[in-house]
């Protein structure tokens, strides 16, 4: 994209257009897994494919469902994306995050990323949904990446002092006070990783590894929106799980997990 930002401003008149929602207000991308969410959130107004939308790519990764769906929630309109784009698919930085600066530039303050991720901690069990307190960007890119931001759109080194709101973890904590937070690592992923990198992350301080959500976080945050991240740990990590590690195992577990995610977001939504 030789304009992301416009790219990202045509792209959410295109939303408006195709959902018949004006505006809406809260954005919520659902990782591995969690695909059936969408329509459990409240009145479906609208689903159509994701590719549809100018400058997102079609999913190829299991378990993300490829649908835009349109939801009426407790008197808010909701933008979900079922999937999105990774920088292992082959994608440039600035396509990873379009789908993020689509929904805020077509109104949405709130943004929710969720993912399945590997968990670092061995008394965080597999099936447990932990909020994101932050994160280490180890994907070697950033969405800041090119030309300045246009004016409008604000400066391009943006505060990730606080880059996961505080008063959205809280809510959510008070939807689920089962909660655990933790630190997300996000890496380029293609790969599951390795013992040796698995121990050096948990040096770092990482609670959760995966593939996603950091590079939309920071778009986010530079756009000035709010935002919320839930991890789902689907698999113990290399060297700490006992098997070998396998995306069918990722896809199995959000589904065992799916009724207590949904209850999670509906909360969030309503609570808003």
Not at 15 to 27: C, S
Not at 65 to 70: N, W
Not at 87 to 106: D, F, Q, S
Not at 242 to 256: F, I, M, S, T, Y
Request: aromatic share 4%; charged share 15%.
């Amino acid at each position: 994209m030789t304009d992301p930002f416009g790219a990202a401003e045509e792209a959410a008149a295109a939303v408006a257009q195709m959902t018949g929602v004006p505006r809406h207000d809260v954005a919520i991308v659902l990782g591995s897994g969690w695909g059936d969410a969408a329509s459990a959130l409240g009145d479906v107004t609208f689903e159509g494919a994701l590719s549809d939308v100018p400058g997102v790519p079609k999913p190829t990764v299991g378990g993300h469902k490829g649908k835009l769906v349109s939801v009426a929630a407790s008197g808010r309109n909701v933008l979900v994306f079922a999937g999105r784009s990774h920088l292992y698919e082959g994608h440039p930085v600035h396509t990873v995050v379009h789908g993020v600066r689509t929904a805020i530039l077509a109104g949405c303050g709130v943004v929710i990323l969720t993912n399945a991720a590997g968990g670092l901690n061995p008394d965080v069990a597999v099936g447990t949904p932990v909020l994101l307190c932050d994160h280490l960007n180890l994907t070697g890119t950033t969405p800041m990446l090119g030309a300045d931001p246009p004016e409008r759109f604000g400066a391009r080194f943006s505060d990730l002092t606080v880059a996961y709101d505080a008063e959205l973890r809280a809510l959510a904590h008070r939807v689920d006070d089962g909660l655990p937070e933790g630190v997300y690592a996000g890496l380029l992923g293609g790969t599951y990783e390795t013992p040796a990198e698995i121990r050096m992350l948990r040096t770092l301080g990482a609670d959760l590894v995966g593939m996603s959500t950091v590079l939309e976080t920071i778009a986010a945050r530079h756009l000035g929106a709010r935002v919320l991240g839930i991890s789902l740990v689907t698999n113990l990590a290399a060297g700490i799980s006992p098997e070998p590690l396998d995306h069918q195992e990722v896809l199995a577990a959000g589904k065992a997990a799916g009724p207590r995610m949904i209850a999670l977001l509906q909360g969030v939504v309503e609570g808003l």
